[in-house]
Antibody, heavy 128, light 108 residues
Framework: QVQLQESGPGLVKPPRGLSLTCTVY??????????WSWIRQTPGKSLEWIGN???????YYKPSLEGRVSMSLDTAKNQISVTLTSLTAADTAVYYC????????????????????WGQGHLVTVSS | QSALTQPASVSGSPGQSITISCSGG?????????VSWFQQHPAKPPKLIIF???ERPSGVSPRFSGSKSGDTAYLTISGLQAADEADYFC????????FGGGTSLTVL
């Protein structure tokens, strides 16, 4: 059974940055044909995708967060991390990591990706 | 990609069926972009209930079904139960992942 667990600070002062880690159990971050995602949920319940990262590939991010966000994999620890800089109160949210897997693959080309497994989430409050 | 539009709330009585719509402009819901649906209870993470427009993950009740017509996807819950009271989100993925605003389901 695949499980994901987020960790990191719960309170951050603006305009500092934030780094969160997601530890994966029951799967390997290096296994093929899947991505690892970060998503956040605001206090108003809106879900916002932050970005995806895949072993051996370049991460890609929500365009409006480009320049403030970076994601990486630690294959030795089987972890995914995200860093978000220049925080404001608008970055207050529950941060989730999730696994992003394909619906089907053919000749090494995969498509129809979806988020099948989520962590429990980690609340981050940005406040002075 | 454009955001996805869902009704803010729906309600139904136990045993009834309800349908939640998810519409997107710019072709974000169409033949190319597949839709998934999530159920979220308070203080819990979203749980996948439909992927690939119509597929149910193992362990998800057959009372949950997904469909799509043109630029709108639908989630139907039949035989409503009290435990179905939750928030429901649609999601589509192309270059970027896009979520709907969520629909709060009340079981009367």
């Amino acid at each position: 059974q695949v499980q994901l667990q987020e960790s990191g600070p719960g309170l951050v002062k603006p305009p500092r940055g934030l780094s969160l880690t997601c530890t994966v159990y029951g799967d390997s971050v290096t296994s093929g044909n899947k991505f690892w995602s970060w998503i956040r949920q605001t206090p108003g319940k809106s879900l916002e995708w932050i970005g995806n990262v895949q072993n051996g590939g370049s991460p890609y991010y929500k365009p409006s967060l480009e320049g403030r966000v970076s994601m990486s994999l630690d294959t030795a620890k089987n972890q995914i991390s995200v860093t978000l800089t220049s925080l404001t109160a608008a970055d207050t949210a529950v941060y989730y990591c999730a696994r992003y897997v394909p619906t089907f693959c053919s000749a090494h080309v995969c498509s129809g990706f979806y988020l099948d497994t989520w962590g429990q989430g980690h609340l981050v409050t940005v406040s002075s | 990609q454009s955001a996805l539009t869902q009704p803010a709330s729906v309600s139904g009585s136990p045993g009834q069926s309800i349908t939640i719509s998810c519409s997107g402009g710019g072709g974000v819901v169409g033949s190319y972009f597949l839709v998934s649906w999530f159920q979220q209870h308070p203080a819990k993470p979203p749980k996948l209930i439909i992927f690939g427009d119509t597929e149910r993950p193992s362990g998800v009740s057959p009372r949950f079904s997904g469909s799509k017509s043109g630029d709108t996807a639908y989630l139907t819950i039949s035989g409503l139960q009290a435990a179905d009271e939750a928030d429901y989100f649609c999601c589509t993925s192309g270059t970027n992942i896009v979520f709907g605003g969520g629909t709060s389901l009340t079981v009367l």
